[in-house]
């Protein structure tokens, strides 16, 4: 039998049958014969050598023995090449950084709002009255104010405080005003006054005006008669030597400084109630002061309540009415009421300042261009934005649904009146919103701080509540646009105005230096200049010798001009409650901290809202 030839010649299969014998012997020769003739492989083409042969081998790889292992001396020589790379772009830098002097990293720059603030605080600092130590870090400023109260029945006297502006008066009125504003940002925005390292600084600014407040009435009574409302000050027209007829610094008040004393005054008592309360919650990590502030609102708050002394606390009072008149006292019960809710969870609180009576004798269904003016006499636009904040975070449902969701109507359309779309209030040319009924004098800028405030700390209510914006009439207003108008008033304040000046000495390069207040312009030369002869620093036309760092003047008139001349104070003086003001919307734009408010510190004093649980079944007897 015959098969294919694969390989260039017949094969013959062999009959083993018939070739048993020798068989052995004949294959060897034969295979042998193969080798050295048939199967030269010289002579088979590739197709035949695979067949034979299988495949060829490559080229033999060449191998390292470390010991432990065999590796390849391609892998082994790509390894320690990688290393060397990785060693000099990752290792060699950090032995560089580790072996080269150590330096501490600069902290990031503080935004422009965080370091205004830094000075605006700086200048209650300069305002303090009583005995001063060292670390009030104002060198020019020393002990005064000593023998103030002496014609008082106040134990140790009326000694410290604030005294209010360039003057020498200590006022209650616009000093409570200005603690409440203060504790008001601090309990808003703590996170942000730590992060700036100022925490500590305005807490100590806080308790110098509380303690000072609880001079001034009998603080461990339930029930009060009176309340020495003012020192110093003066009476329109005075020929005496008083503070405002001498200009004299407070180091050296030679001339008489009477005592006023108020026996009725709801506005008075409300806004020292609200300024207590709100430093109650300030301090709540300290019990017994804490409580101490507790017990005097509450205090002044019954006074406040008193049906027979419901009367303004400036009227027939002269002295009183010439700096601070007060126009009303219903917004100083809702203000009040709100804050005293806040520090006690007590219910009637906020019953009272939801009464429909209370917002309407306080003219808060009114919404006007003067009703929307947030001052240290209109406490109304706070008070409802306050309010507010218990319907946007608390929802208390009924009974006070009605009225909280009135509140915070009335509270978006004051915001309204702020955005200049609306033309609520007039503008001047650079950007300044005219607040003070757009006459032609300064002091605007208190006004214009305050709104900037509000505007700015009802945009985080919004966002801490996951609501984008609110409604005027059938606008929708986003909430950045609050941020936007806040922060373009304060922007204005800062520099950005046709003056290119900045309203807040020592902030910018450019900035007052006449401020209209006796310490700062008197020098510090070891003289005594007498009531009549301090005057000659008040007309000096150069530069105060002193610089009154963070205080906020009274700012430019209607067309954006501003006079830096020390005899008109409408342009040039200062005041504490302005400060206040500042200092809280500054605190509200910085972002040192990012964004946002505390949104519970305010509610640790308030229980769950809601029905109480049904009283336990009576024991059963059989």
């Known amino acids: 039998m015959q098969g294919g030839n694969h390989w260039g010649g017949p094969l013959e299969v062999i009959d083993n049958d018939h070739n048993n014998d020798g068989r052995g012997e004949d294959w060897d020769r034969d295979r042998?014969?193969?080798?050295?003739?048939?199967?030269?492989?010289?002579?088979?083409?590739?197709?035949?050598?695979?067949?034979?042969?299988?495949?060829?081998?490559?080229?033999k790889k060449k191998y390292v023995d470390l010991g432990c292992v065999i590796v390849s001396r391609?892998?082994?020589?790509?390894?320690?090449?990688?290393?060397?790379?990785?060693?000099?772009?990752?290792?060699?830098p950090i032995i560089v950084a580790k072996t080269r002097p150590k330096h501490h990293a600069r902290p990031l720059p503080p935004d422009r709002y965080s370091d205004a603030l830094h000075k605006a605080l700086l200048f209650f600092n300069a305002q303090k009255s009583g005995k001063l130590g060292k670390s009030n870090n104002i060198t020019w400023r020393g002990s005064s104010g000593l023998n103030d109260g002496n014609d008082t029945l106040a134990k140790g006297g009326l000694v410290g405080g604030y005294y209010d502006s360039g003057e020498n008066s200590k006022s209650n009125f616009p000093m409570a005003y200005s603690m409440t504003m203060l504790s008001w940002s601090l309990v808003e925005y703590s996170h942000k006054y730590k992060a700036i390292n100022e925490y500590d600084h305005v807490r100590d600014l806080i308790k110098w005006g509380t303690d000072y407040l609880l001079l001034t009435f009998n603080s461990s009574s339930t029930k009060i008669t009176q309340i020495y409302s003012q020192v110093g000050g003066s009476q329109n027209g005075s020929q005496v030597p008083d503070d405002t007829t001498c200009w004299q610094k407070p180091e050296q008040m030679g001339y008489n400084r009477p005592t006023q004393t108020t026996f009725q005054g709801p506005d008075l008592a409300g806004e020292m109630s609200a300024a207590?309360?709100?430093?109650?919650?300030?301090?709540?990590?300290?019990?017994?002061?804490?409580?101490?502030?507790?017990?005097?609102?509450?205090?002044?708050?019954?006074?406040a309540r008193d049906s027979g002394r419901r009367a303004r606390y400036s009227r027939d009072n002269a002295f009183l009415a010439a700096a601070y008149n007060s126009t009303g006292y219903y917004d100083e019960y809702m203000w009040a009421g709100a804050w005293l809710f806040y520090a006690t969870g007590n219910t009637s609180y906020i019953n009272l300042a939801t009464l429909q009576g209370i917002p309407r004798n306080a003219k808060a269904f009114n919404v006007t261009a003067e009703t929307s003016v947030p001052s240290w006499n209109n406490k109304l636009p706070a008070a409802m934005v306050l309010l507010t904040r218990v319907r946007m975070m608390l929802n208390p449902g009924f009974p006070y649904e009605e009225m909280l969701s009135t509140y915070q109507t009335l509270?978006?359309?004051n915001m309204c009146s702020y955005l200049k779309q609306f033309r609520v209030y007039n503008w001047t040319r650079g950007g300044m919103m005219i607040m003070n009924k757009g006459q032609q004098q300064g002091q605007n800028l208190q006004y214009v701080a305050n709104a900037a405030f509000l505007a700015s700390l009802f945009a985080d209510y919004l966002n801490s509540t996951g609501v984008p914006g609110f409604n005027?009439?059938?606008?929708?207003?986003?909430?950045?646009?609050?941020?936007?108008?806040?922060t373009s008033q304060m922007d204005?304040?800062?520099?950005?105005?046709?003056?290119?000046?900045?309203?807040i000495v020592g902030y910018g390069t450019k900035f007052p230096t006449r401020v209209h207040h006796r310490g700062a312009s008197i020098p510090s030369d070891n003289k005594y200049y007498s009531c009549k002869g301090g005057f000659k620093w008040r007309d000096n036309p150069g530069p105060n010798p002193h610089t009154i760092v963070g205080a906020m003047v009274g700012g430019p008139d209607r067309f954006d001009k501003f006079h830096d001349v020390r005899t008109n104070p409408n342009y040039t003086e200062p005041t504490l409650a302005g400060n206040a003001g500042l200092v809280a919307a500054l605190a509200s734009l910085t972002t040192s901290a990012g964004f946002g408010i505390d949104k519970n510190t305010i509610f640790s004093g308030i229980p769950p809202l809601g029905p109480k649980a049904p009283p336990p079944p009576?024991?059963?007897k059989p």
């Open 32 to 59: 042998a014969a193969l080798q050295s003739q048939s199967f030269n492989l010289n002579e088979l083409d590739e197709t035949q050598k695979s067949w034979l042969l299988g495949p060829a081998e490559g080229k």
């Open 276 to 303: 207590l309360s709100a430093a109650s919650i300030v301090f709540r990590d300290d019990a017994a002061y804490s409580a101490k502030l507790i017990k005097g609102a509450e205090t002044l708050f019954a006074f």
């Open 492 to 503: 204005y304040i800062l520099g950005k105005n046709p003056m290119n000046m900045s309203y």
């Open 411 to 413: 509270t978006a359309l």
């Open 74 to 92: 391609k892998a082994l020589k790509w390894s320690l090449f990688s290393i060397l790379i990785a060693f000099c772009v990752i290792g060699l």
């Open 472 to 486: 005027c009439g059938p606008n929708y207003i986003p909430s950045t646009l609050l941020r936007t108008f806040a």
């Open 618 to 620: 009576l024991p059963w």
